[in-house]
């Protein structure tokens, strides 16, 4: 079987840079088991160019997988987010989608994995779509809600055409992942009603790494301080809250409490919010973001987790904190929300606006930490070999 799939420059095989998010981490180990598996893997990166002209070339290649480059104008992409008069995107993107429905009929791939949805990723939803290829889609975000976010950056239109293209989904894709019963309903809420038979949900697995390191690290003897150790890891994105955290270092601060605060982000080195930046800085130790190994000490390091998000589908330092039996405060909003009730952590669910409230719950956690089986119901529900099992088994029922 040959799976065509969106890809990212960090899981090119000679690829030095930390994955950018949650779907590039996803599909570097499915593509790995894709290929252990006999199967072949071929992903579709897209890089932005400043020539008025469409390309897509080979870009590298390992046993099993090969990378292509689709590059075409940076102006293109921008100027369709920015227009003021409605356009049929299939007529605005039609040089993109030529190239790829060309491309699909050289490769003839078998299936159309889409890891994520994105402006990029429905130009491959509708050249397969065209091509009559099967496709599946792993929701791992709701573009509404993050465009709402930036939406100063985008004209009303511009908005309003993305969001017409994530209803595209529905129509175009066989089957659609949801990774839990939160993002599904926000989904059918959101942007439109999915047909039973066409969802199906699948979480997120665990890195093998983290298990393994966090099986030693719970073996080992802890050493106790008085200091009290405050994570979070979240991209500098509006909708990852970090304003809440902020707040929350300042309410313990004035409060003198013995909490140290760590984010594991990249602040942008740009003007825009300086003020917000500095205080952050000042009140928050920052560490850049790393390859996922390298995060092992931090999360041994850690005696709690903090995820504000205002939306936020299933974000893996919730279940990498798990593993080395480190429980994570979310927002409401986190997906993860269904899973924490029915593991007895409700209490480890908080609306973090207001900064006293967040303080005073984390005081009372840190007191009592509820017994939960949470730990071990990632450890056997998220694991690797049965979530990419299922997705090959998906692949296999719609082709």
């Given at each position: 079987m040959?799976?065509?799939s969106?890809?990212?420059?960090?899981?090119?095989?000679?690829?030095?840079?930390?994955?950018?998010?949650?779907?590039?981490?996803?599909?570097?180990?499915f593509?790995?088991?894709?290929?252990?598996h006999?199967?072949?893997?071929?992903?579709?990166?897209?890089?932005?160019?400043?020539?008025?002209?469409?390309?897509?070339?080979?870009k590298?290649?390992?046993?099993?997988?090969?990378?292509?480059?689709?590059?075409?104008?940076?102006?293109?992409?921008?100027?369709?987010?920015?227009?003021?008069?409605?356009?049929?995107?299939?007529?605005?993107?039609?040089?993109?989608?030529?190239?790829i429905?060309?491309?699909?009929?050289?490769?003839?791939?078998?299936v159309?994995?889409?890891?994520?949805?994105?402006v990029y990723?429905?130009?491959?939803?509708?050249a397969?779509?065209?091509?009559?290829l099967?496709?599946?889609?792993?929701?791992?975000?709701?573009?509404?809600?993050e465009?709402?976010?930036?939406?100063?950056?985008?004209?009303?239109?511009?908005?309003?055409?993305?969001?017409?293209?994530?209803?595209?989904?529905?129509?175009?894709?066989?089957?659609?992942?949801?990774?839990?019963?939160?993002?599904?309903?926000?989904?059918?809420?959101k942007?439109?009603?999915?047909?039973?038979?066409?969802?199906?949900?699948?979480?997120?697995?665990?890195q093998?790494?983290?298990?393994?390191?966090?099986?030693?690290y719970?073996?080992?003897?802890?050493?106790?301080?008085?200091t009290i150790?405050?994570?979070?890891?979240?991209?500098?994105?509006?909708?990852?809250?970090?304003?809440?955290?902020?707040?929350?270092?300042?309410?313990?601060?004035?409060?003198?409490?013995?909490w140290?605060?760590?984010?594991?982000?990249?602040?942008?080195?740009?003007?825009?919010?300086?003020?917000?930046?500095?205080?952050?800085?000042?009140?928050?130790?920052v560490?850049?973001?790393?390859?996922?190994?390298a995060?092992?000490?931090?999360?041994?390091?850690?005696?709690?987790?903090?995820?504000?998000?205002h939306?936020?589908?299933?974000p893996?330092?919730?279940m990498?904190?798990?593993?080395?039996?480190?429980?994570?405060?979310?927002?409401?909003?986190?997906?993860?929300?269904?899973?924490?009730?029915?593991?007895?952590l409700?209490?480890w669910?908080?609306?973090?606006?207001?900064?006293?409230?967040?303080?005073?719950?984390?005081?009372?956690?840190?007191?009592?930490?509820?017994?939960?089986?949470?730990?071990?119901?990632?450890?056997?529900?998220h694991?690797?070999?049965?979530?990419?099992?299922?997705?090959?088994?998906?692949f296999?029922?719609?082709?």
């Amino acid at each position: 079987m040959k799976v065509l799939s969106n890809e990212y420059l960090s899981n090119l095989p000679s690829g030095s840079n930390v994955a950018p998010g949650g779907p590039a981490n996803f599909a570097r180990p499915f593509s790995n088991f894709i290929t252990k598996h006999g199967h072949e893997w071929i992903g579709i990166i897209h890089q932005g160019n400043n020539a008025n002209k469409t390309t897509l070339r080979k870009k590298a290649s390992s046993p099993g997988k090969t990378f292509f480059i689709l590059s075409f104008s940076y102006e293109h992409y921008r100027s369709f987010l920015n227009l003021e008069k409605r356009c049929d995107a299939r007529v605005w993107f039609a040089p993109q989608i030529k190239r790829i429905r060309s491309f699909i009929r050289r490769m003839e791939p078998d299936v159309l994995f889409l890891n994520g949805f994105s402006v990029y990723a429905w130009l491959l939803l509708e050249a397969a779509k065209q091509e009559h290829l099967p496709i599946a889609i792993q929701h791992a975000g709701i573009a509404k809600i993050e465009f709402t976010q930036y939406k100063h950056l985008y004209s009303k239109t511009g908005r309003a055409m993305v969001l017409q293209m994530e209803q595209d989904i529905v129509d175009a894709a066989s089957k659609q992942i949801f990774l839990n019963d939160f993002s599904r309903e926000v989904f059918c809420k959101k942007v439109a009603p999915v047909p039973k038979k066409q969802s199906i949900i699948i979480p997120l697995p665990y890195q093998e790494s983290f298990l393994r390191s966090a099986d030693l690290y719970r073996a080992r003897e802890k050493n106790k301080t008085e200091t009290i150790n405050i994570g979070c890891v979240a991209r500098w994105d509006r909708i990852k809250n970090h304003r809440a955290i902020l707040r929350v270092a300042r309410e313990a601060k004035k409060q003198k409490l013995p909490w140290k605060f760590t984010s594991v982000t990249r602040i942008p080195q740009t003007p825009i919010d300086l003020h917000f930046k500095q205080s952050y800085r000042k009140n928050i130790e920052v560490m850049l973001p790393m390859e996922q190994k390298a995060l092992i000490p931090f999360y041994e390091s850690m005696d709690l987790f903090v995820l504000p998000s205002h939306f936020d589908v299933s974000p893996t330092v919730v279940m990498e904190a798990a593993l080395f039996g480190k429980k994570t405060l979310i927002s409401p909003n986190v997906g993860w929300v269904s899973e924490y009730r029915s593991s007895g952590l409700r209490n480890w669910i908080i609306d973090f606006s207001d900064a006293k409230k967040v303080v005073d719950r984390i005081k009372k956690l840190l007191k009592k930490q509820a017994n939960s089986n949470f730990r071990s119901i990632i450890r056997n529900r998220h694991s690797p070999d049965k979530i990419f099992s299922k997705y090959l088994q998906i692949f296999k029922s719609i082709i």
